[in-house]
């Protein structure tokens, strides 16, 4: 009972002026079908959180996008990953809205920018056009809904920026009267972390996953194993929100977890900056989500965490110093009010605590550096989020060109980068560029890259893991796509596939001029559409160059008439 009036104050808060006020303001839906959303504000995502919001387009491509209010375009990106095809447009009441993964621009912008590519010989622009030069109405058509970019399919990646600060809002704050929702948020996890060397759970120092049960009318209880723990500890949740008329599954707004009567954790995201995004990896369990692809959020910031929308007891950490029983339960609500409670006891008994190993231990505020038999490994200050007891293994392999190095027993992330350099036990190639760090991680090597220096090779990672050095000799494969049917359907596709170190560079031309492939980074697909304007009738000859990030490039030639 003691939580209920938390529970009013919290419901409360969403009828605030500020809703009201946003509510006032009026932003049209981009479509002319009702909304219905893929995605929400904040969810979690790798290494950062979602920025906007997803609308559906119906499964489809080619929906026209309509502007949400009056404004002008202030920026217009084209890329094989990321946004896609995306438009920034500001307006008078200070805010940005973005539209990503267009499938088009509207006539003026996409010419516009085609010749901007031609200009700088790139697909890839990044472009500030004038105030002036694309002014558009609320409800004017800016473009088609798509599937460009990093998209995992056709939707409409939606975003609302403070245009003065660039940080991200909460768009549903827009639309919330024209979504229906009634369906709480669903628990589907729960973690108890003993502090290194300060606590313990159930006899061990390791965390330790809690089993949940769910009964016939959805409410959600703890598995009857008892929870006996001694010293400081601190938990973590997995869990979703829902919403009506749709089987997604979305970020959760509200999380609280209470101690007894009082609130030990909050969080309540509804903006945030770019600059804060990566926070991500210690707000969640990184070695959860490395391992199982899981999300836990911790329920507990670590000491540089600088997220602004968690607030904290004693950093979340609840310490058990009394041989009683201990009342805990979380509070997840979403926009609308929905909510869902989770309650279960933690019983207190003395135990001993584990003795602290002797590792070296990385301080997260400072400078820190590692060296070991053929490996160096430097952290700058500002890059851990707590204290880490580093536990260093090798793997020996004579015939391999490096030894295995792990830089800890679970992968820790970094908040920006720490060097790295690994010792060569093999060094026969004549082109040093071909060689690189790679992370291991379940049997695939991942291209870290980084540059050769008297036998070591020194890049820059982004979380403690296992890396090891490779080589890359072989050139990407460029594949042409159907060849006879180019002249007919007037557009020429290519797939361009690369073994590790991935493509960087590509270039198109047709009798030694250059030509406009547009590029498609999942599919690893590059087309041309024949351009009449600068493509003349008769013989050609196209030549199709690609590079990889070593150095190893491939040409392709066929002539064509047209």
């Given amino acids: 009972m003691k939580f209920y009036p938390i529970i009013i104050f919290y419901l409360f808060s969403f009828f605030s002026p500020v809703l009201t006020f946003a509510q006032e303001k009026g932003m049209r839906n981009p479509f002319d079908f009702p909304i219905l959303l893929s995605a929400n504000f904040g969810e979690l995502r790798a290494n950062h959180f979602h920025s906007g919001i997803d609308f559906k387009t119906q499964g489809v491509e080619g929906k026209p996008v309509h502007a949400v209010q009056d404004g002008y375009i202030s920026r217009i990106g084209v890329s094989p990953w990321g946004y896609g095809n995306v438009l920034y447009m500001n307006h008078p009441d200070g805010t940005t809205t973005v539209y990503g993964h267009l499938q088009k621009f509207e006539k003026n ?15 890839t622009v990044n472009l500030t056009p004038e105030a002036e030069k694309f002014v558009f109405k609320k409800g004017d058509i800016i473009g088609l809904g798509g599937n460009s970019g990093s998209s995992g399919g056709p939707h409409l990646h939606f975003e609302v920026r ?43 120092s390791r965390a330790r996953t809690i089993k949940l049960t769910t009964s016939k009318g959805s409410k959600q209880t703890v598995v009857a194993d008892k929870l006996e723990a001694w010293g400081e500890i601190a938990f973590g949740i997995k869990a979703f929100d829902a919403m009506d008329e749709t089987s997604n599954i979305y970020g959760v707004k509200e999380v609280i977890l209470m101690k007894d009567s009082d609130v030990v954790f909050r969080s309540n995201i509804d903006r945030f900056s770019f600059d804060e995004t990566r926070y991500i990896n210690s707000f969640t369990d990184y070695a ?13 910031i670590e000491p540089g965490n600088r997220l602004p929308f968690i607030e904290s007891l004693n950093k979340g950490i609840i310490t058990i110093d009394e041989e009683k029983i201990y009342l805990l339960s979380y509070l997840l609500s979403d926009k609308y009010g929905n909510t869902t409670t989770l309650a279960f006891k933690v019983h207190g008994k003395k135990q001993s605590l584990p003795e602290t190993e002797d590792t070296v231990i990385f301080n997260w505020s400072g400078d820190n550096r590692f060296a070991a038999k053929g490996v160096r490994l430097s ?9 880490i007891h580093l536990r260093y293994r090798v793997k020996e392999d004579s015939t391999a060109l490096a030894a295995t190095h792990l830089l800890h027993t679970q992968a820790e992330p970094l908040h920006q980068s720490a060097s ?15 060689y690189g760090i790679v992370r291991l991680h379940k049997g695939r090597s991942y291209w870290i890259g980084g540059t050769y220096q008297e036998g070591w090779i020194q890049g820059g990672i982004r979380e403690l893991a296992a890396y090891s050095v490779a080589a890359d000799t072989l050139p990407p494969v460029i594949t042409p796509v159907d060849p006879e049917t180019w002249v007919r359907k007037k557009r020429i596709t290519i797939r361009v596939a690369d073994r590790l170190s991935g493509l960087d560079t590509y270039r198109g031309e047709i009798d030694g001029e250059y030509v406009l492939f547009q590029s498609d980074g999942k599919k690893g697909l590059l087309t041309y559409d024949f351009d009449t304007e600068r493509l003349s009738r008769g013989s050609h000859e196209l030549t199709f160059t690609t590079v990889d990030a070593c150095g190893n490039s491939s040409v392709f030639s066929r002539k064509f008439v047209w």
């Avoid at 929702?181 to 313990?200: A, F, H, N, Q, W």
């Avoid at 952290?379 to 204290?387: K, Q």
């Fill in 109 to 123: 912008i996409a010419e516009y920018v085609k010749a901007e590519q031609y200009l700088a010989e790139s697909f």
């Fill in 288 to 300: 959860e989500w490395r391992n199982s692809g899981s999300f836990y959020m911790k329920n507990y």
């Fill in 420 to 434: 790295l350099s690994i010792k060569l036990q093999h060094d026969t190639l004549t082109n040093k560029q071909q």
């Fill in 162 to 204: 403070d245009t003065e600060t660039e940080e991200v809002l909460d768009p549903l704050i827009y639309y919330k009267n024209k979504i229906k929702d009634t369906r709480p948020p669903v628990i589907r996890g729960l973690k108890v972390y003993p502090m290194e060397g300060k606590g313990i759970v159930n006899g061990s």
């Fill in 379 to 387: 952290i700058p200050r500002g890059n851990l989020y707590t204290d």
